[in-house]
């Protein structure tokens, strides 16, 4: 025999859940593009110090007075805008990364906050839930028959 209160009180429904799916995808979305933003700031990194080593090393060898030397010299001329190129590049980068961190603690942000809410809807549903089920269980102690929440309000 099902408890009447299990008639009346259901299952916790969250009527944001569709809102929270949404942030949570956002939020999601968000985090990828900031791993892509901080992949890309790697790789530029990555590059500018392959670029700094190349130089170091064709400054070294147009010191000399060989004949490699004026070669080394040019490949350092263009190995120093390679390296201004890349520069800038690299600046562009942490800029994008600051705009997408700050997008994804904004939507992060959104989404706990949502999160939060459901806890607590969730939660003062199961205080709900449990004074009924003690209130029923009270009445079943006093030998009175039970009425839904419905029908006491109707007496």
Same mark, same amino acid.
């Given at each position: 025999?099902?408890?009447?209160?299990? !008639?009346?009180?259901?299952?916790?429904?969250?009527?944001?859940?569709?809102?929270?799916?949404?942030?949570?995808?956002?939020?999601?979305?968000?985090?990828?593009?900031?791993?892509?933003?901080?992949?890309?700031?790697?790789?530029?990194?990555?590059?500018?110090?392959?670029?700094?080593?190349?130089?170091?090393?064709? !400054?070294?060898?147009?010191?000399?007075?060989?004949?490699?030397?004026?070669?080394?010299?040019?490949?350092?001329?263009? %190995?120093?805008?390679?390296?201004?190129?890349?520069?800038?590049? %690299?600046?562009?980068?942490?800029?994008? %990364?600051?705009?997408?961190?700050?997008?994804?603690?904004?939507?992060?942000? !959104?989404?706990?906050?949502?999160?939060?809410?459901?806890?607590?809807?969730? !939660?003062?549903?199961?205080?709900?839930?449990?004074?009924?089920?003690?209130?029923?269980?009270?009445?079943?102690?006093?030998?009175?028959?039970?009425?839904?929440?419905?029908?006491?309000?109707?007496?």
């Amino acid at each position: 025999m099902p408890w009447p209160i299990d !008639e009346t009180m259901g299952r916790f429904q969250f009527r944001l859940a569709g809102l929270l799916r949404l942030r949570t995808q956002m939020e999601k979305t968000a985090r990828r593009t900031l791993a892509a933003a901080m992949g890309n700031v790697a790789n530029v990194e990555q590059r500018m110090a392959t670029a700094t080593i190349g130089l170091a090393e064709c !400054e070294q060898l147009g010191c000399g007075t060989d004949a490699h030397a004026p070669l080394a010299r040019a490949l350092a001329q263009g %190995l120093a805008r390679h390296r201004l190129r890349l520069q800038n590049e %690299l600046r562009a980068a942490h800029a994008q %990364l600051e705009r997408t961190r700050g997008d994804w603690i904004e939507r992060r942000r !959104e989404q706990r906050t949502l999160d939060v809410l459901r806890d607590k809807q969730r !939660e003062e549903w199961q205080m709900e839930r449990q004074r009924a089920e003690q209130h029923e269980l009270e009445e079943l102690a006093r030998g009175r028959k039970v009425l839904a929440p419905a029908e006491e309000t109707q007496e």
